[in-house]
């Protein structure tokens, strides 16, 4: 490894991935400030986010890097890429293309508000999921 590759990933090796080498990070919408998911990347995906400008999580169900929107064209382009206080959380502030963040077809993956004891849902399905993912 060259010097110049060492300090140029000076920034990824600040990052106290846990002991699954993964760090949580939740996504907003620039514009709005919405929360729009909770996701994990690894090393490899915040390095090809912050190289890309569009976000590449990892995902956990799959064990595979997850580029946002490569099935359902709903991608994501970085407009701001943050660190906690603690440096043990990512925040994306994001332009979510298609205005669907959630493989539900809503805005937001929190649609669900708890009211009274139980979880209710508040957002409206902007697309059916079965068109958004048909099998090509």
């Known amino acids: 490894m060259s010097r110049e590759s060492t300090v140029a990933d000076q920034w990824l ?3 106290p991935w846990n002991d699954q080498a993964l760090v949580p990070v939740v996504t907003q919408e620039f514009s709005t400030g919405r929360v729009l998911t909770l ?5 490899e995906a915040l390095a090809e986010t912050a190289a890309s400008g569009e976000a590449v999580y990892w995902s956990r169900s799959r064990g595979k890097l997850w580029r946002k929107g490569e099935q359902s064209g709903h991608r ?3 407009r701001e890429l943050r660190l906690d206080c603690d440096a043990d959380a990512i925040l ?4 979510q293309l298609g205005g669907i963040a ?3 077809g809503r805005t937001s993956c929190f649609f669900r508000k708890l009211e009274n004891g139980s ?3 508040t ?3 902007l697309k059916d999921p079965a068109t958004i993912y048909k099998k090509k």
């Open 13 to 15: 090796d600040e990052v």
């Open 119 to 121: 979880w209710v849902s």
């Open 123 to 125: 957002d409206p399905v």
């Open 39 to 43: 996701a994990w990347m690894n090393r």
């Open 102 to 104: 959630c493989h539900t």
């Open 92 to 95: 994306l502030r994001v332009d």
């Open 76 to 78: 994501q382009e970085v």
